[in-house]
Nanobody, 131 residues
Framework: DVQLQASGGGLVQPGGSLRLSCAVSGFTLNRPAVGWFRQAPGKEREAVSCLSTNNDITYYPDLAKGRFAISSDSAKNTVYLQMNNLRPEDTAVYYC????????????????????????WGQGTLVTVSS
């Protein structure tokens, strides 16, 4: 049974940093792509960072470039999202997800919302950026 458990969210001041963790089970971190997505209040869910676990190729949309970094530790079955220089507009619920049939980080981050039902999602962790 595929499961993803996100944690590490909280309240942080603008300019601060936070590291999210996603503990995974039911699959190994050496083939499928994994990613972080977020959904702010009143907005659509969007991709934040994606990682190809078979070759460590990452993909970042413009909102994350230079500030966020995705990584994984296969020994701990955990995916991380390091977020730096956080802004109030980064406030959202952050979800980790995977598509067991997809190995490309670029493809995962560009997967159409209509096809998100093919993915496995964690429960989300709330990040609030506020002074």
């Amino acid at each position: 049974d595929v499961q993803l458990q996100a944690s590490g969210g909280g309240l942080v001041q603008p300019g601060g940093s936070l590291r999210l963790s996603c503990a995974v089970s039911g699959f190994t971190l050496n083939r499928p792509a994994v990613g972080w997505f977020r959904q702010a209040p009143g907005k659509e869910r969007e991709a934040v960072s994606c990682l190809s676990t078979n070759n460590d190729i990452t993909y970042y949309p413009d909102l994350a470039k230079g500030r966020f970094a995705i990584s994984s530790d296969s020994a701990k079955n955990t995916v991380y999202l390091q977020m730096n220089n956080l802004r109030p507009e980064d406030t959202a619920v952050y979800y980790c997800a995977t598509d067991l049939g997809q190995s490309s980080s670029y493809a995962l981050c560009h997967k159409r919302p209509a096809n998100w039902g093919q993915m496995n999602w964690g429960q989300g962790t709330l990040v609030t950026v506020s002074s």
